[in-house]
């Protein structure tokens, strides 16, 4: 039962262009979400975040949209770079009932995002 | 500057054999983890621990075990390595419901 799904598993950009990358989700109950960038051989590092209070998020060349009636979230990377070439995931946390998710994620399976000079 | 380490990078242990994985965070954070990373199969929670001594499973926890004795380090324990136990683990931390600090990882190679 995969919870938060990347349907592309790879995707070929030229630098200077935009990169979108996409996730969705079937559980109603996560809340925050999150995208990571993962280099060959080293751990994955935190991106950017959104909470499901907004629809936008931005932090210089990255925007996260939250689309929560599609169940749906982008990464948009503007301009691209060379160096932006890495594996990205996308994560959600959802908040437990009576409780807390103690930050529990629930990851997708990855995009790698390959860009061209 | 927040710190994840993981005692080793690569590791090459034989079928049968009890594997320890141990991680350290300097941050104070209560919350740790363990995943795997597959190809295709992106990251999959094995066991978290939300305070010393406190643990609960993840997606995957079936042959594996964890140990977090002191808040800084979490262990992950592979009782009897089997084949399909060769991957990339990665150890994170966290603080609440913040982001997760992740290792560099652990490949590890069952034989």
């Known amino acids: 039962d995969q919870q938060v799904k990347q349907n592309s598993p790879s995707l070929s950009v030229q630098e200077g262009r935009i990169s979108i990358l996409n996730c969705d989700y079937t559980?109603?109950?996560?809340?925050?979400f999150l995208w990571y960038k993962k280099y060959p051989a080293e751990g994955p590092t935190f991106l950017i975040s959104?909470?499901?209070?907004?629809d936008k998020n931005e932090d210089g060349r990255f925007t996260v949209f939250l689309n929560k009636s599609a169940k749906h979230l982008s990464l948009h990377i503007v301009p691209s770079q060379p160096g932006d070439s890495a594996v990205y995931f996308c994560?959600?946390?959802?908040?437990?009932?009576?409780?807390?998710?103690?930050?529990?994620?629930?990851f997708g399976q990855g995009t790698i995002l390959t860009v061209h000079p | 500057d927040v710190k994840v380490t993981q005692s080793s990078r690569y590791l090459v242990k034989r079928t049968g054999e009890k594997v320890f994985l141990e991680c350290v965070q300097d941050?104070?954070?209560?919350?740790m983890f363990w995943y795997r990373q597959d190809p295709g199969l992106g990251l999959r929670l094995i066991y978290f621990?939300?305070?010393?001594?406190?643990?609960e499973k993840g997606d995957i926890p079936e042959g594996y075990s964890v140990s977090r004795e002191k808040k800084e380090r979490f262990s992950l324990i592979l009782e009897s390595a089997s084949t399909n136990q060769t991957s990339m683990y990665l150890c994170?931390?966290?603080?609440?419901?913040?982001?997760?600090?992740f290792g560099p990882g652990t490949r590890l190679t069952v034989t």
């Open positions: 994170a931390s966290s603080l609440g419901r913040s982001e997760q600090y």
């Open positions: 559980n109603s109950m996560f809340d925050y």
């Open positions: 959104i909470s499901s209070i907004k």
């Open positions: 994560a959600a946390s959802a908040h437990r009932a009576g409780g807390t998710s103690y930050g529990k994620l629930t």
């Open positions: 941050m104070d954070h209560e919350n």
């Open positions: 621990s939300y305070d010393v001594k406190m643990k």
